[in-house]
């Protein structure tokens, strides 16, 4: 028998985790998903766990702050540089060393998939990767320090220490999933919105 490598969502989609297409792909099963995912395996600081909805969210603000007259495609991009978590999972580094990898080809094919499935190149040219890596330092930085219990000195060694215009008024807040569920399908729409202007 055959193992099965397909996962039923919440819209009714089926996806393959193998050959993932994207238009088994929906926005809302994606926001769902990735809302009640925890980053750094749940080990932060609050009574809710931080999502990679929510960490999702604030890379793409950091990267509208680092590029103000940003193309909208590239800002939606950056606010779902992490979508494949929604099937897969979110993996501390440690842990997708030593899977090895699989983990990140998958993770590749599914974000292929999505990426088609919004309109965005399957693969997203070196620069416009480069600035959202950025920006996911940045946000690294910060979950680290205000929720994950590191102290400066150890985030600057691990993620380099972002400018502090940069980080001015960024604040993590630790919300309900289904707030942020609807916070990230709202952005969403509204980038795609901004595409289509």
Not at 144 to 159: D, P, T
Request: glycine share 8%; charged share 25%.
């Amino acid at each position: 028998m055959t193992a099965r490598a397909w996962q039923r969502m919440l819209s009714g989609r089926r996806l393959d985790l193998l050959d993932p297409t994207p238009v088994d792909i929906e926005v809302e099963d994606i926001a769902h998903g990735l809302a009640f995912v925890a980053r750094w395996n749940g080990q932060t600081r609050g009574d809710w766990p931080y999502s990679v909805a929510e960490h999702s969210l604030l890379v793409e603000e950091i990267f509208c702050r680092t590029n103000p007259k940003g193309d909208a495609r590239w800002k939606l991009a950056a606010l779902l540089h992490d979508a494949p978590e929604y099937v897969i999972g979110d993996m501390i580094s440690p842990v997708k060393a030593a899977v090895g990898p699989g983990y990140g080809e998958m993770d590749a094919r599914i974000a292929a998939a999505v990426h088609i499935r919004f309109g965005l190149p399957a693969v997203l040219p070196a620069p416009i990767k480069k600035a959202i890596k950025a920006a996911d330092k940045v946000s690294a930085w910060l979950e680290a320090v205000q929720i994950a219990g590191f102290s400066e000195a150890e985030a600057n060694k691990l993620f380099g220490r972002p400018g502090d215009v940069l980080m001015k008024g960024l604040e993590i807040k630790l919300r309900p999933p289904a707030v942020v569920r609807a916070d990230y399908v709202s952005r969403h729409a509204a980038l795609l919105a901004e595409l289509t202007l």
